[in-house]
Antibody
C-alpha cells in the first residue's frame, strides 16, 4: 500500500525557517518524481514545487523561488521541503504527492506563519 | 502561467442525478510527448484530495465508472452520473503539462 506521511509542521514566526519531511513507503520511491502542493485555510489547491525521480531537476512557483528548496533522499525514501524567510501567506496545509500525475497524496501537515 | 477556468463554482445536485464540470485552459495542454496532462480530483471535507481521472479520460484505480473525463486541447469535462452521497465535496482540475502546474478554482458539489 502506497503511503506518504508528512511531518515537521507547526507554528513559526515570519522570517524564520521550517523543514517539512515526507516519508514514503509501499512503492519504489526512486522511480518517481515528487511534488509539494499546499492549501491555505478555506482556499483552493496551489502547486509549490516538483523534483525529478533522481533529484537532478527541480521546479518552483515564483512566489517561493529562492526561499524554498525541494530535495529528496532516495536511500531513505524521503522527500523534503526546506522553507526559509517564511511569510504569513505561506500559511497552509502542505501535501506531499507522488508523480507527474499526482496520484497519491499524504494526509497533509499544517504550517502557520504568525508572530 | 496557464490559467485554468473551472465552472461552475457551485453545483447543486439530487442523488441519482448527473452533472458535468468544465475546465478550460488558457493554452493547449498537449505536451511534446503527445499526452495531455489534465487530471481531476475530489476533496471531501477534512480529507486530502484524491485522484479520479488522469490524462483527461483515464479512471484511477478503484474509481467507479460513474466518473468519466473527456476533452482535448484546452476544453475538458468531468461527468458524474448516478450521483451518490460519497461524491459530495470539491472537485479540482489540474494541469501538469506546463510549469508552474496550475489548478482550477474548484467546484463544490452539494445536495439540492
Amino acid at each position: 500500500e502506497v503511503q506518504l506521511v508528512e511531518s515537521g509542521g507547526g507554528l513559526v514566526q515570519p522570517g524564520r525557517s521550517m523543514k517539512l519531511s515526507c516519508a514514503a513507503s509501499g512503492f519504489t520511491f526512486s522511480n518517481y518524481g515528487m511534488a509539494w502542493v499546499r492549501q491555505a485555510p478555506t482556499k483552493g489547491l496551489e502547486w509549490v514545487a516538483t523534483i525529478s525521480y533522481d533529484g537532478s531537476s527541480t521546479y518552483y512557483r515564483d512566489s517561493v523561488k529562492g526561499r524554498f528548496t525541494i530535495s529528496r533522499d532516495n536511500a531513505k525514501s524521503t522527500l523534503f521541503l526546506q522553507m526559509n524567510s517564511l511569510r504569513s501567506e505561506d500559511t497552509a496545509t502542505y501535501y506531499c504527492t507522488r508523480g507527474w500525475e499526482p496520484d497519491y497524496w499524504g494526509q497533509g501537515v499544517m504550517v502557520t506563519v504568525s508572530s | 502561467d496557464v490559467l485554468m477556468t473551472q465552472t461552475p463554482v457551485s453545483l447543486p445536485v439530487s442523488l441519482g442525478g448527473q452533472v458535468s464540470i468544465s475546465c478550460r485552459s488558457s493554452q493547449s495542454l498537449v505536451y511534446s510527448d503527445g499526452n495531455t496532462y489534465l487530471h481531476w480530483y475530489l476533496q471531501k471535507p477534512g480529507q486530502s484530495p484524491q485522484l479520479l481521472i488522469y490524462r483527461v479520460s483515464n479512471r484511477f484505480s478503484g474509481v467507479p465508472d460513474r466518473f468519466s473525463g473527456s476533452g482535448s486541447g484546452t476544453d475538458f469535462t468531468l461527468k458524474i452520473s448516478r450521483v451518490e452521497p460519497e461524491d459530495l465535496g470539491v472537485y479540482y482540475c489540474l494541469q501538469s503539462t506546463h510549469f508552474p502546474w496550475t489548478f482550477g478554482g474548484g467546484t463544490k458539489l452539494e445536495l439540492k
